[in-house]
Each structure stands twice: as C-alpha cells, then as structure tokens.
C-alpha cells in the first residue's frame, strides 16, 4: 500500500469564492434537488467546512436566493415580435416555466429575496415592456411585483405535480357541493375546476395587466 501522501503534496484546494459556491450550490440542486442544497452538503462538495461559507453566504435563504437568481439568468430576452401584452406574457410564463424545472425553488422563490444581476435585467425587461405599452411610470414599479408574484404563486402551486391526491379531494368537494348549503360553488362547480395550468396563468396575466393600465395608485406612498 502505497504511504499517504503529505498535505504539502495534496493539489491545493481552489480558493472559496461566493460564485463558486453558488455554482455548486446550483450543481446540486440540477442533481439532488433543492432540499439537498444545505449549508452541510454543500461544505462536502467543496471539501471544506460548513462554518467557512458563511463568510460569503449568510444563510440558506440567502443562498437559495443566490440560486434563483443564477437560473434567472437562463432565461431569454423576450423576442421584438408581437405586442407588448404578448412578449410580456411569454417572458413571465418563461419566468415560471424556469421555476417550475425545479420544484422546491419555486417554493422558495415564494419568500426568496433575489438582488443579483439577472435579477435586475428580469426587472429591466418587465419595466420596459410596460413603458412600450405607455403604463404610466409609477404603475410599472408596483405592477411588476405583482406579475412576479402571480407568476412564482402559479409555479409553487403546481410544483408538486407528482402528488395529485389533494387535487382530488378538493375536485370531489367542489362537484359535491351541497347547493343547499353552498350555492354559489354548486352552481359554480365546473368552471371552478376547467382549465389547464397554463390557460389560467395566461388569463391571470392579462387580468392583472389590464388592472395596471388602469389603476390608480394611491396619493401617499410610504418609502421603503
């Protein structure tokens, strides 16, 4: 059996640095899922210990949000054609699409407060789309909070997709529905439950865009 090499012999280490860990971090994530991605684990990964990356990275939600934003940067730039409505639609259903590749990010993302570059050229974009379609200013700044937020709710919702039993129950209820006692569902029963994913988003959208277009803001705005 060959001796045990010396540390001064061992290949040094490659110096921890917060891109680093990030792509790690995002490495795993790809292979093990977001529930792996741990302060602990990720440690392993980069033969060091868990203490040492919180001096780049504070916590795992902050580490998630690093995460989110790195994905972020997959997504494309929304293409010149159609109009604004529509390349907004697409970029935000991108936006989902790219949460829902990773089911327990998109429940993160619900609380994650992502502040990183792609982050802000996911902003960029939204807030211009909203200025091509002459949105007053103000309304842009708060209406793409809200997009976001109906865009990241739509893909926690169906990020569990492999676990379908709730969904039933709650169908059996609504098609059960005492008119009696509930009317309103009773009568209500079938378009609660038409609908793909997809189709709901979409209409969500154009539902919430509308409002924006046309909706005041209130007179007095407390600063952040």
Same mark, same amino acid.
């Given at each position: 059996?060959?001796?045990?090499?010396?540390?001064?012999?061992?290949?040094?280490?490659?110096?921890?640095?917060?891109?680093?860990?990030?792509?790690?971090?995002?490495?795993?994530?790809?292979?093990?899922?977001?529930?792996?991605?741990?302060?602990?684990?990720?440690?392993?990964?980069?033969?060091?210990?868990?203490?040492?990356?919180?001096?780049?990275?504070?916590?795992?939600?902050?580490?998630?949000?690093?995460?989110?934003?790195?994905?972020?940067?997959?997504?494309?730039?929304?293409?010149?054609?159609?109009?604004? +409505?529509?390349?907004?639609?697409?970029?935000?259903?991108?936006?989902?699409?790219?949460?829902?590749?990773?089911?327990?990010?998109?429940?993160?993302?619900?609380?994650?407060?992502?502040?990183?570059?792609?982050?802000?050229?996911?902003? $960029?974009?939204?807030?211009?789309?909203?200025?091509?379609?002459?949105?007053?200013?103000?309304?842009?700044?708060?209406?793409?909070?809200?997009?976001?937020?109906?865009?990241?709710?739509?893909?926690?919702?169906?990020?569990?997709? $492999?676990?379908?039993?709730?969904?039933?129950?709650?169908?059996?209820?609504? +098609?059960?529905?005492?008119?009696?006692?509930?009317?309103?569902?009773?009568?209500?029963?079938?378009?609660?439950?038409?609908?793909?994913?997809?189709?709901?988003?979409?209409?969500?959208?154009?539902?919430?865009?509308?409002?924006?277009?046309?909706?005041?803001?209130?007179?007095?705005?407390?600063?952040?």
């Amino acid at each position: 059996m060959a001796p045990e090499k010396s540390r001064r012999e061992r290949p040094a280490k490659p110096a921890l640095t917060r891109d680093g860990i990030v792509a790690a971090a995002v490495a795993i994530l790809r292979e093990e899922g977001l529930r792996k991605v741990t302060m602990r684990r990720l440690a392993q990964e980069l033969d060091t210990g868990a203490a040492s990356l919180y001096v780049y990275v504070r916590n795992t939600a902050e580490l998630h949000a690093a995460i989110l934003d790195e994905l972020l940067g997959t997504i494309p730039a929304p293409a010149p054609d159609g109009d604004w +409505r529509d390349r907004l639609e697409r970029l935000l259903t991108a936006y989902t699409a790219t949460l829902l590749e990773y089911p327990g990010l998109a429940l993160s993302a619900l609380v994650a407060r992502p502040s990183g570059e792609n982050y802000l050229a996911l902003c $960029e974009n939204l807030l211009a789309l909203l200025a091509e379609g002459d949105v007053a200013p103000e309304r842009r700044a708060w209406g793409i909070d809200i997009l976001l937020q109906h865009a990241t709710a739509t893909a926690a919702e169906h990020a569990d997709e $492999e676990s379908p039993e709730e969904w039933d129950a709650l169908a059996r209820a609504v +098609r059960d529905a005492d008119e009696t006692t509930h009317p309103q569902i009773a009568a209500h029963a079938a378009d609660l439950l038409t609908g793909a994913p997809e189709q709901r988003m979409s209409w969500g959208l154009r539902v919430l865009i509308t409002g924006i277009t046309h909706t005041n803001l209130p007179v007095e705005r407390n600063q952040a």
